[in-house]
């Protein structure tokens, strides 16, 4: 390939990628003679690389000038200047005439040094590859426990689970706890990762066992079992309710949980009960509250991943959005999860989701 | 995300935050801040009026910062939430956890109560 193209196909590559929504974390893998390799993070402004202190990255070998070049990260992306160095930069093994752009994975060579540019979203950045892997076995896992739909009788259940690349710790599940009482819960851990999927499972596994028909009592014993000095630093959010489908009653409690919608032919409520969080507070107590379920009652639950999108581009967020966003009360209940997605991902916009989306809607004809 | 630690007096921290403490804020000053703010013998009043956004995240590390003062007899008091950064503060009950005041003047009434 000649050297014309290459240098053109550097210069325009950055500023198309700049159209990418998302914001960028930029890092240089500084590869020195007989030493590992060393991830440097690059923030903004200007990083001056030279042979000699008083630069901000010193690369010590005689081939190296004074001051021999400095890259500063602008809006036009990562870019190396050199500084009249007598051994000059190359970039993929040509030697620069002029500042340029670097396009991600470009390498840069200073005498015996070596310095791989990476660029990508910023969160991503943070979570190797490697770690992909793990997350999507922890995904599978998660996906496993979550409870079957259920399409006919006097409980009816669809939900949608969108897990985020990294994990966000979101899980619910629902069962019979007798002939007449149905209990359900949506949670969402505080953090992203494999050690927010592990607490979650934890959860969803001792609530498959230990659910029972007291809101208070199970939100207390999991605040009491699940404390955060004690779980990495972890809590975690959730919403319990228990049915009775005898006295069409609805016994719930939240711990820093937004509230649940419930809607009858009446209009919609927003089912809110502030308590904190599971693990925050060691001796948390959780007020229950009351709804009656008259006919055709529809209860949808979610995770905040639903309506807090970092960059919104239409409309509302916050739990707001939410009650606009709920399809109508005809909507046939299996496809009421999508539906609700589909408008919540529409004002999340082209960067789409940041954080795990769980929707469960359940219907008592 | 950024930060700013002002002493106010031999006792006491002032902490302006700004910009968005989301997922990607709290974990770009995570460590920073839990040294500046929570690794001193100081109480800490918080002021937000420059976040605009705040994730579980970023309450996680406000938490968690909250929690060591609090084992060293120190507190966090946060002031001046914009409306949606208070609404979140709401619906996790945060006031229970750590004070939540509206001026700077209420904050220091806090360490004198």
């Known amino acids: 390939m000649p050297v014309e193209d290459t240098d053109s196909t550097l210069m325009r590559r950055p500023a198309e990628e700049l159209l990418a929504a998302e914001p960028l974390g930029h890092a240089l893998v500084l590869h020195a003679p007989g030493e590992a390799p060393r991830r440097l993070p690059l923030g903004p402004g200007a990083l001056r690389l030279g042979r000699v202190a008083g630069n901000d990255l010193v690369l010590p070998a005689p081939e190296v000038s004074r001051n021999h070049a400095v890259l500063s990260l602008t809006e036009a992306g990562l870019v190396l200047t050199d500084l009249g160095s007598t051994n000059g930069c190359l970039v993929d093994g040509v030697r620069i005439a002029a500042p340029i752009a670097l396009s991600p994975g470009a390498r840069i060579g200073i005498g015996p040094f070596r310095l791989d540019y990476q660029r990508g979203p910023r969160a991503e950045m943070d979570r190797a590859a490697a770690e992909a892997r793990d997350l999507d076995r922890a995904r599978r896992y998660l996906q496993a426990l979550l409870p079957p739909p259920i399409e006919s009788g006097p409980v009816q259940a669809a939900w949608r689970f969108l897990p985020s690349a990294s994990l966000g710790g979101d899980a619910f599940g629902y069962r019979w706890l007798d002939a007449t009482r149905f209990a359900v819960h949506v949670m969402d851990v505080a953090g992203h990762g494999t050690d927010s999927a592990l607490l979650a499972a934890s959860v969803m596994n001792l609530l498959r066992e230990r659910a029972g028909p007291d809101p208070a009592a199970v939100l207390a014993g999991l605040n009491a079992s699940f404390q955060m000095d004690q779980q990495g630093g972890l809590f975690f959010t959730m919403w319990y309710g228990v049915a009775d489908l005898a006295a069409r009653r609805l016994r719930f409690a939240a711990a820093g949980h937004h509230p649940a919608l419930l809607e009858t032919a009446g209009g919609r409520v927003a089912l809110a009960a502030k308590a904190p969080p599971i693990g925050a507070v060691p001796a948390a107590t959780y007020p229950v509250f009351e709804a009656t379920l008259p006919p055709a009652a529809r209860l949808t639950l979610c995770s905040d991943g639903v309506f807090e999108t970092e960059q919104p581009i239409a409309g509302r967020r916050g739990f707001a959005a939410l009650a606009e966003w709920l399809p109508p009360h005809t909507t046939p209940l299996a496809a009421a999860p999508e539906a609700l997605l589909a408008r919540a991902r529409e004002a999340a916009g082209p960067s789409g989701f940041d954080d795990d989306v769980s929707i469960v809607v359940l219907d008592f004809p | ?113």
Do not use: W
């Open chain 2, 1 to 113: 995300m950024e930060y700013k630690v002002t002493a106010l007096d031999g006792a006491t921290n002032r902490v302006a935050m700004s910009g968005r403490l989301d997922a990607l804020g709290a974990e770009a000053i995570e460590l920073g801040f839990t040294a500046a703010v929570a690794s001193v013998d100081r109480h800490a009043l918080v002021n937000l009026a420059g976040v605009d956004f705040c994730s579980s995240l970023g309450l996680r590390l406000l938490i968690s910062v909250a929690r060591v003062l609090q084992r060293r007899g120190r507190l966090l008091v946060l002031y001046a939430a914009q409306p949606a950064v208070a609404e979140v503060f709401e619906t996790i009950a945060l006031d229970q956890m750590i004070p939540v005041v509206v001026t700077e003047a209420e904050a220091l009434a806090r360490l004198a109560a």
